[in-house]
């Protein structure tokens, strides 16, 4: 159905090319024969449109035997009836442009005022692209915002609802649904835009879960400040991965190279749960303690199912009484933020003064 639609918007600017053609032959079939005529190329060129346009000056030059008589009267006849049909499909494509695009903001319209507990994503860029295919295939409304025409053009042709709109604006937030949204993803590479677009969906539905991207690590700050739930920073998510494969090739190969691990990892997400690799730095407040004291101290928040050593030793399951060493890497299955999880591991054993402040 979708491509029958298209066909049909799309049949106008075939018309037209045909008409166009028809047009040139018309003008090159008179032209040529005021040359047999004997007129010169001016001459026909100037008389043929002065004709295909019924404008009618006057003859530039005596229509007086009957073979230029004829050559006028099929030039009228033909020639006006071309144009006629050009006029008619210039006013049909400009039509007919119109209505796809009244019928498309209704549709779109329709179907927006019919989710509820949907996903916004704001921006349709790369990350924008593979979340939402992501999104897609587990099963979730999805509802794109997007400035961009291509950017636009392209979710629309990848199969999503899409509006083309700026999320920072209030109007396009509620129009999207934000009251009636569950989630909201916004990674627009712009942090100040980003910040933005949080303050003003916070401001709209205060229960709605966001998530905002940050390209600079400063910005996280001022994006949980302006209420998003969480942040995500692409460049130190894609460093720390990069450091992991140097780091630990083996287990990063382990986790992330293997197609059924990847399924198994992204079935981990789908229970909330993550698998990380954290490496274990010099001056560790973690160094000598054991797994066992590690996992109790997490509460539950973790559990270690693989040490590294530095001399490269692998320790699959290891016992509660190993003790930790720097240097090591810690693979570890864990429904806390990654971030708090780093801090347990990498923290200094001692506070130290960093300006006025202790650390």
């Known amino acids: 159905?979708?491509?029958?639609?298209?066909?049909?918007?799309?049949?106008?600017?075939?018309?037209?090319?045909?008409?166009?053609?028809?047009?040139?032959?018309?003008?090159?079939?008179?032209?040529?024969?005021?040359?047999?005529?004997?007129?010169?190329?001016?001459?026909?060129?100037?008389m043929v449109?002065?004709?295909?346009?019924?404008?009618?000056?006057?003859?530039?030059?005596?229509?007086?035997?009957?073979?230029?008589?004829?050559?006028?009267?099929?030039?009228?006849?033909?020639?006006?009836?071309?144009?006629?049909?050009?006029?008619?499909?210039?006013?049909?494509?400009?039509?007919?442009?119109?209505?796809?695009?009244?019928?498309?903001?209704?549709n779109?319209?329709?179907?927006?005022?019919?989710?509820?507990?949907?996903?916004?994503?704001?921006?349709?860029?790369?990350?924008?692209?593979m979340l939402a295919k992501d999104l897609k295939d587990g099963g979730v409304d999805v509802l794109i915002l997007e400035r961009d025409d291509g950017r636009v053009a392209h979710a629309r042709a990848d199969g999503h609802l899409v509006m083309q709109a700026d999320a920072a604006d209030e109007t396009s937030l509620k129009a999207a649904g934000v009251e009636r949204a569950r989630v909201l993803a916004t990674v627009v590479p712009d942090d100040a835009a980003n910040v933005f677009i949080t303050l003003t969906a916070r401001s709209l539905n205060p229960a709605l879960h966001i998530i905002a991207r940050g390209e600079m690590p400063t910005t996280e700050s001022k994006l949980i400040y302006a209420g998003a739930n969480k942040v995500v920073l692409p460049t130190h998510i894609g460093a720390e991965r990069m450091a992991e494969m140097i780091?630990?090739?083996?287990?990063?190969?382990?986790?992330?190279g293997w197609d059924r691990m990847r399924d198994f990892d992204k079935t981990l997400r789908d229970l909330g749960l993550l698998l990380e690799v954290v490496t274990v730095t010099e001056?560790?407040?973690?160094?000598?303690?054991?797994?066992?004291?590690?996992?109790?101290?997490?509460k539950g928040g973790f559990f270690i199912i693989q040490l590294d050593?530095?001399?490269?030793?692998?320790?699959?399951?290891?016992?509660?009484?190993?003790?930790?060493?720097?240097?090591?890497?810690?693979?570890?299955?864990?429904?806390?933020e990654a971030a708090a999880i780093r801090v347990m591991f990498q923290a200094p054993a001692e506070r130290v003064r960093a300006g006025r402040s202790m650390v």
């Open 1 to 46: 159905m979708n491509r029958t639609v298209q066909g049909l918007l799309a049949s106008p600017l075939r018309n037209l090319a045909v008409v166009v053609l028809l047009v040139v032959a018309m003008m090159a079939v008179a032209v040529s024969g005021y040359l047999a005529a004997g007129w010169s190329l001016t001459d026909a060129v100037y």
């Open 49 to 106: 449109v002065l004709t295909l346009y019924s404008v009618g000056y006057e003859e530039v030059r005596p229509i007086d035997t009957p073979y230029l008589h004829a050559l006028t009267i099929a030039t009228i006849v033909f020639g006006c009836t071309a144009m006629i049909l050009f006029t008619g499909v210039m006013v049909q494509v400009f039509t007919v442009g119109q209505i796809r695009e009244l019928l498309g903001m209704d």
């Open 108 to 129: 779109v319209t329709s179907e927006v005022d019919r989710l509820k507990g949907h996903v916004i994503i704001c921006g349709f860029g790369r990350i924008g692209v």
């Open 247 to 256: 780091l630990y090739p083996e287990t990063a190969r382990f986790i992330r």
């Open 283 to 298: 001056n560790a407040g973690s160094i000598g303690q054991t797994i066992g004291e590690m996992e109790r101290r997490a």
């Open 309 to 336: 050593r530095k001399g490269g030793e692998v320790l699959t399951r290891p016992p509660q009484h190993v003790k930790i060493e720097a240097g090591d890497g810690v693979l570890i299955v864990t429904r806390t």
